[in-house]
């Protein structure tokens, strides 16, 4: 619903780690028992959004972050690549916090968001840690994982959380935060229905590097946040796809 304003729906605001809030819409017909749409928003003292939400939902996630903070206050902007639901109302969040910029690996900004910001973003490299005072986030490039060159994921590594973007996507709503529960199977049938990840050689290999940040949480865009062994949902999701992949090219 690009350039629409979303009315009719309500967004729900959880803290699911210590200053990480996941700021939730879930849209009833974009698949059965609907679809979930997550920004996770972190309190410090350069707050940091990861995620903006479709153009049409920015008064929605804005209400919902000023439940939290000042959305004025907000410094920095994320996403897991470049993709309407995750970076469509990225232009009106850098209007209403005046200090924000966008912050995302360098390749994604020399092919997409120089262009597309309406405030130069800043490059970070694969690696690159930011302290926004209380909270320590490392980026992570992961290409084509699920899908898009410039794909990334963020983690908190003050509380352990993974802001993992597409990465377990599932249809449905649900709680805000489920613990150690089975998050492959939903993972697997909403691959089926959308046909979203990029199933390739290096799929397996990346998600097992995930692992080994032995993530405490992780922060799905479309589902429920999981608090629990991130390790080993992330090496059972590396398992089905490998096996995929076997599969596919037998």
């Known amino acids: 619903m690009p350039g629409r304003t979303i009315v009719g729906m309500h967004t729900s605001v ?3 780690a210590d ?15 609907g679809f979930t749409i997550n920004q996770y928003l972190i309190d410090a003292d350069e707050p940091l959004l990861f995620h903006t939400g479709l153009r049409g939902m920015f008064p929605l996630v804005a209400d919902a972050v000023g439940r ?16 309407a639901d995750e970076c469509g109302a990225m232009n009106e969040w850098l209007a209403l916090a005046p200090a924000s910029r966008v912050t995302f690996n360098r390749l994604g900004c020399m092919v997409s968001l120089d262009d597309m910001a309406d405030r130069p973003p800043e490059p970070v490299d694969d690696g690159d840690r930011r302290d926004l005072g209380g ?17 990334q994921v963020l983690f908190d590594e003050t509380t352990g959380t993974l802001l993992c973007g597409d990465l377990f996507s599932r249809t449905g709503d649900g709680p805000a935060l489920v613990h150690d529960a089975d ?19 290096g799929t397996a290999p990346a998600l097992r590097a995930l692992a080994e940040l032995e993530p405490r949480t992780l922060a799905l865009m ?13 090496h059972a999701l590396a398992d089905a796809y490998a096996a995929q992949l ?5």
């Not at 998050?183 to 050689?201: N, Q, R």
């Not at 076997?246 to 037998?250: F, M």
């Open 14 to 16: 959880h803290e699911i």
């Open 19 to 33: 200053g990480v809030y996941r700021l939730s819409t879930c849209l009833p017909d974009v698949a059965p028992g």
């Open 68 to 83: 939290v903070l000042d959305p004025s206050r907000l410094r920095w902007i994320s996403f897991g690549h470049v993709e």
């Open 135 to 151: 909270h320590v986030v490392r980026t992570i490039a992961t290409p084509h994982v699920p899908h898009g060159w410039e794909a």
């Open 183 to 201: 998050l492959v199977t939903p993972a697997l049938e909403a691959d089926e229905l959308f046909g979203a990840t990029a199933l390739t050689a």
């Open 222 to 234: 479309h589902g429920p946040a999981h608090a629990g062994d991130g390790a080993a949902a992330l």
């Open 246 to 250: 076997t599969r596919q090219v037998a």
